[in-house]
């Protein structure tokens, strides 16, 4: 099968073609450089050699991470489906994340964090070792101290900007690469409007005061 895998929830956002379960070329920019997603996709589909026609599944990053990137990925799969007979899947970045850190031979009890703002961070544990990854803790909210204590026992802490958040933290991304093996591997398709972001709050929404009026004169 031949996968187009969007991963936009970092600030390293990429696109990976996979043929049957191999990655044949990868794509990849800063969020900060504001790359168009289809110039993205076009340098990775030259690259492989692979039409857009051909493309049988697209595979995107739900996050959690970045709104906006994630968003993006899927509006552009919903499209992408609308025109062309492709079938979609989305898979958690967490879980691709959980994957990279096994790939770099994390071994042991890993923490795979994302940045949640508000002085909390998504969150979850994965027992790690060569034969795969077992999740121990499913993904939360938690305070940085939580986190924190984790560290302090000597686990690991790992994900996009974890050394900005804890001493010895591991810098780790979510690969498009990844996320279209692990794609590759999975049947549990989905329609467009099916496909949703993976955030754990809820969201609010505040109603803004009335106008001033100014007096006259």
Not at 57 to 80: F, H, M, N, V
Not at 84 to 100: I, Q, T
Not at 153 to 159: D, I, N
Request: proline share 6%; net charge neutral.
């Amino acid at each position: 099968m031949k996968i187009l895998a969007i991963e936009f929830s970092s600030a390293q956002r990429g696109v990976a073609v996979v043929v049957d379960g191999h990655p044949r070329a990868t794509a990849m920019e800063t969020a900060s450089r504001e790359t168009h997603a289809f110039d993205l996709i076009s340098r990775a589909l030259a690259e492989a050699g692979v039409e857009r026609e051909q493309i049988e599944c697209l595979a995107i990053g739900l996050g959690p991470g970045s709104y906006t990137g994630i968003r993006s990925a899927i509006a552009l799969a919903q499209g992408w489906q609308l025109a062309l007979p492709v079938r979609l899947l989305g898979v958690g970045s967490v879980e691709c994340l959980a994957a990279e850190a096994q790939a770099n031979a994390w071994f042991g009890a890993v923490n795979i964090i994302v940045d949640a703002q508000r002085n909390e961070l998504y969150v979850a544990r994965y027992e790690i070792n060569p034969g795969g990854c077992r999740e121990i803790e499913p993904l939360k909210l938690a305070a940085a101290d939580e986190v924190r204590a984790r560290a302090s026992a000597g686990e690991t802490v790992a994900g996009p900007e974890a050394d900005r958040w804890f001493a010895g933290g591991r810098v780790l991304f979510p690969g498009a690469a990844m996320l279209g093996k692990m794609a590759a591997g999975r049947a549990n398709f989905v329609t467009g409007e099916k496909l949703e972001p993976l955030y754990l709050r809820e969201t609010n929404f505040v109603k803004a005061p009335p106008p001033r009026v100014l007096p006259a004169g």
